[in-house]
C-alpha cells in the first residue's frame, strides 16, 4: 500500500499547476516541441527526475508535442500528492528547455453505457476492450495501457431496446469547455441539458446521439 494522500479535484485546482489539466483519471499535459528529436530528449529528462521521484508518468511523443499522464494507481487510479510533486519537476524541466505547454488541448474519451445489470456487463466489456475480464475499477473498465477509451456504466432502470444505451463523455480542460460547446453547437449539434453545468454538459447530434462535455469542476 503507497503512503500517499489522494486529492481532490479541488485540491488539484487549488495546486497552481498551471501547465496540467485533470480529466477523468489523471493530471494531463501537452508540451510542444520543434521535432521528435527534441521531444524524445525532453522525455529522457523527464525519465531521469522520474527514477528520483519513484513515479513516472505515461508519454506519447508525436513529431510537435509530447503528451504526458501522471496518476497513481492503489485500488483504482487517483491523483495524489506524488502526481502533483512530479507534475511540477516536469514543468520545471520544460520551462528550462523553453518548451511551452498547451493545457487546453488536454482530452481524455470515455464512453459511458446505461445498464440495469452493471455487476454482469463489466467483465464482458473488459475482455472484450482489453483482453482480460479483471480490468474492471469500481464498475468501470480501464485499460491500464491506454489503448482504447474507458467505460463507466450508469445505473438506469431495465427497458426495451431500441434505446441509445452508449454516450460518448469526453473530458476537456475545465477552461476548454465553453469553446468546445460552442464549435461543437456550430457544427449542427444542440446542447440538450447544461443543468449540471460545469461539471458537465449534453449535447446532441443533429439526429439526436447524445455525447457529454465533462470537466472536473464541481465534482
Given at each position: 500500500m503507497l503512503?500517499v494522500?489522494?486529492?481532490?479535484d479541488?485540491?488539484?485546482?487549488?495546486?497552481?499547476?498551471?501547465?496540467?489539466?485533470?480529466?477523468?483519471?489523471?493530471l494531463?499535459?501537452?508540451?510542444?516541441?520543434a521535432?521528435?528529436?527534441?521531444?524524445?530528449?525532453?522525455v529522457?529528462a523527464?525519465?531521469?527526475?522520474?527514477?528520483?521521484?519513484?513515479?513516472?508518468?505515461?508519454?506519447?511523443?508525436?513529431?510537435?508535442?509530447?503528451?504526458?499522464?501522471?496518476?497513481?494507481?492503489?485500488?483504482?487510479?487517483?491523483?495524489?500528492?506524488?502526481?502533483?510533486?512530479?507534475?511540477?519537476?516536469?514543468s520545471?524541466?520544460?520551462q528550462?528547455?523553453?518548451?511551452?505547454?498547451?493545457?487546453?488541448?488536454v482530452?481524455?474519451?470515455?464512453?459511458?453505457?446505461?445498464?440495469?445489470?452493471?455487476?454482469?456487463?463489466?467483465?464482458?466489456?473488459?475482455?472484450l476492450?482489453?483482453?482480460?475480464?479483471?480490468?474492471?475499477?469500481?464498475?468501470?473498465?480501464?485499460?491500464?495501457?491506454?489503448?482504447v477509451?474507458?467505460?463507466?456504466?450508469?445505473?438506469?432502470?431495465?427497458?426495451?431496446?431500441?434505446?441509445?444505451?452508449?454516450?460518448?463523455?469526453?473530458?476537456?480542460?475545465?477552461?476548454?469547455?465553453?469553446?468546445?460547446?460552442?464549435?461543437?453547437?456550430?457544427?449542427?449539434?444542440r446542447?440538450?441539458?447544461?443543468?449540471?453545468a460545469?461539471?458537465?454538459?449534453?449535447?446532441?447530434?443533429?439526429?439526436?446521439?447524445?455525447?457529454?462535455?465533462?470537466?472536473?469542476?464541481?465534482?
Open positions: 503512503c494522500e489522494r486529492l481532490t479541488q485540491q488539484v485546482l487549488e495546486a497552481g499547476l498551471d501547465d496540467w489539466r485533470k480529466l477523468a483519471q489523471g494531463h499535459a501537452r508540451f510542444i516541441t521535432d521528435f528529436t527534441s521531444g524524445a530528449a525532453f529522457e523527464i525519465a531521469r527526475v522520474s527514477r528520483e521521484a519513484g513515479h513516472h508518468p505515461e508519454a506519447r511523443v508525436a513529431p510537435t508535442w509530447v503528451e504526458l499522464k501522471l496518476t497513481t494507481e492503489e485500488d483504482g487510479w487517483w491523483v495524489t500528492d506524488q502526481d502533483v510533486e512530479l507534475a511540477r519537476r516536469i520545471q524541466v520544460a528550462e528547455r523553453g518548451l511551452a505547454a498547451e493545457p487546453k488541448a482530452a481524455q474519451l470515455e464512453l459511458g453505457l446505461d445498464s440495469a445489470a452493471i455487476g454482469a456487463q463489466g467483465g464482458f466489456w473488459a475482455a476492450l482489453t483482453g482480460s475480464a479483471q480490468r474492471g475499477v469500481q464498475d468501470d473498465v480501464i485499460d491500464p495501457d491506454s489503448r477509451p474507458n467505460v463507466w456504466f450508469q445505473e438506469t432502470e431495465p427497458h426495451e431496446v431500441p434505446r441509445q444505451r452508449f454516450h460518448v463523455d469526453l473530458w476537456v480542460a475545465h477552461d476548454a469547455a465553453d469553446e468546445r460547446i460552442a464549435v461543437a453547437v456550430a457544427a449542427g449539434g446542447v440538450v441539458d447544461d443543468g449540471n460545469p461539471s458537465f454538459v449534453v449535447l446532441a447530434d443533429p439526429e439526436g446521439n447524445k455525447a457529454c462535455i465533462c470537466t472536473c469542476l464541481e465534482r
